[in-house]
């Protein structure tokens, strides 16, 4: 003989399935906000990272107090983004005007990456090593400065592919997602001081940002593997 419930019973019943169709909603998002949003997390042991370094040039600057004192970071918490505000100009002029601070001594200024508009990378400095680029937060980012062909600051495909390919990279080096990846615009806003206006596109059109990190997800989901944490490779 079928239970028979009561009107209370009925509406207590109702009310628990209401609240588990809510919570099992509510579950469903977050799982599919996370995959969307941080796509190299596993879980709490396990990592998706591109073990492929892209392909660049090493041309170190010479150790000196404008551009490289070769001091050790203090590990890294944030991929910074930039963009160069000389249109026209090549990654090797760039990394070339970095180490001719040495004698130059015009200012302090560095970047750790820079990418052409051919999308060529070359690296001026160790990524265990601090770079005149983003303070207050020198001791503990990473910066990739990219060159553009005119003051909007958009970058040229090879270049966007080339910025991609190494963000996807430094962030299974180091552990991160694309929630640490950001603009020098964000660091300076962060810290209250004058906001930079760099990456300048990448300010004027905040949804374009947002469809990078989207795409370098997209790289690492397509091209990662998985690993656990602690056998992440150490590369320089």
Avoid at 74 to 81: A, D, Q, T, W
Avoid at 92 to 120: M, P
Avoid at 179 to 206: G, L, Q, S
């Amino acid at each position: 003989m079928a239970k028979k419930f009561t009107k209370k019973q009925k509406k207590q019943l109702l009310v628990e399935i209401v609240v588990l169709f809510l919570a099992t909603v509510g579950a469903f998002s977050i799982i599919v906000f996370a995959g969307s949003k941080i796509a190299s997390v596993i879980d709490s042991k396990q990592y998706k990272i591109v073990e492929e370094r892209p392909e660049m040039d090493v041309q170190l600057l010479q150790i000196n107090k404008y551009s490289r004192p070769g001091t050790k970071n203090s590990g890294v918490k944030n991929i910074v983004v930039h963009y160069t505000a000389n249109p026209g100009t090549t990654a090797q002029q760039n990394r070339d005007y970095f180490n001719g601070l040495a004698t130059s001594h015009l200012t302090s200024a560095s970047s750790h990456f820079v990418i052409g508009t051919d999308g060529e990378i070359i690296q001026c400095i160790p990524t265990d090593e601090i770079a005149y680029a983003n303070y207050p937060r020198n001791e503990d980012t990473v910066t990739i400065e990219c060159c553009h062909l005119d003051d909007s600051g958009e970058f040229t495909d090879a270049t966007y592919d080339s910025l991609v390919k190494l963000t996807a990279f430094l962030m299974g080096k180091y552990y991160l997602t694309t929630d640490d990846v950001v603009r020098h615009y964000d660091i300076t806003k962060e810290a209250h001081i004058t906001a930079k206006e760099c990456p300048k596109y990448y300010v004027d059109n905040p949804e374009a940002w947002e469809q990078f990190l989207t795409d370098v997800d997209e790289y690492i989901d397509k091209n990662g593997i998985v690993v656990d944490k602690e056998d992440v490779p150490e590369t320089e």
